[in-house]
Every structure is written in C-alpha cells, then in structure tokens.
Nanobody
Framework: QVQLVESGGGSVQSGGSLRLSCAAS????????IGWFRQRPGEGREGVAR???????TYPNFLKGRFTISRDNAKNTVYLQMDSLEPGDTAMYYC???????????????????WGQGTQVTVSS
C-alpha cells in the first residue's frame, strides 16, 4: 500500500526557510515521479516542484528559484527546501506520486493519484 507522510511545516517569518519531508512507504520513491503541491486559502492546488526517477527537477517560473526538491533514496524520502519565504507562500503543502511516470514528470495534477495528508506552512510578515 502506497503511503506518503509529510512533515516539517510550521510558522516562520518572511525571509526564513523551512525544509519539508515526504516519507514514502509501500513502494520505492526513486522509481517514479513525486511532486510537491500547495493549496493556499481559498484557492486550488498548484504544483511547486517535481522530481523524476532519474533525479531531474522541475519548478514553476513564479517561484524564482526559491524552492529546491531533492531525494534521499536510502531513506525513501523526498524533501522540499524552501528559502526566502514570503507571506504568499502560506499554504497547506502536499507531496504526491505519479506512479505512471518515471523519466518525465507531468504538470497535470490529475495524474498524481497518491497523496499525503499535508503539512501547514505559515509565513508572517
């Protein structure tokens, strides 16, 4: 049974950093695409990073290089390092797996069928 568990959220001031973790079980996280998504209050979910089986990472342009996704294969865990946080980054953050994609990770959120429960990030000004 595929399970994803996020952790590492919290409250920080603007300009601060957080590292989120996504611990995977029931499958090998390095075999498929994993993405990080967020849902801001009153909005739909949007992707903020994804990593392929061969380690290629992709980010939306609006992040301007502030977030970095990485993976520790030994721990079967994917991370999201978030730097220069802004109040607009306040959201619930989720990791999700696309178990039908390996080398190319699609942006289409509907492809990600397995989700964690989320971890809250709050950035104050």
């Amino acid at each position: 049974q595929v399970q994803l568990v996020e952790s590492g959220g919290g409250s920080v001031q603007s300009g601060g950093s957080l590292r989120l973790s996504c611990a995977a079980s029931g499958y090998t996280a390095s075999d498929y695409c994993i993405g990080w998504f967020r849902q801001r209050p009153g909005e739909g979910r949007e992707g903020v990073a994804r990593i392929s089986a061969d380690g290629a990472d992709t980010y939306p342009n609006f992040l301007k290089g502030r977030f970095t996704i990485s993976r520790d294969n030994a721990k079967n865990t994917v991370y999201l390092q978030m730097d220069s946080l802004e109040p607009g980054d306040t959201a619930m953050y989720y990791c999700a797996a696309d178990l039908s994609a390996r080398s190319y990770c699609y942006q289409d959120i509907a492809r990600y069928k397995n989700w964690g429960q989320g971890t809250q990030v709050t950035v104050s000004s």
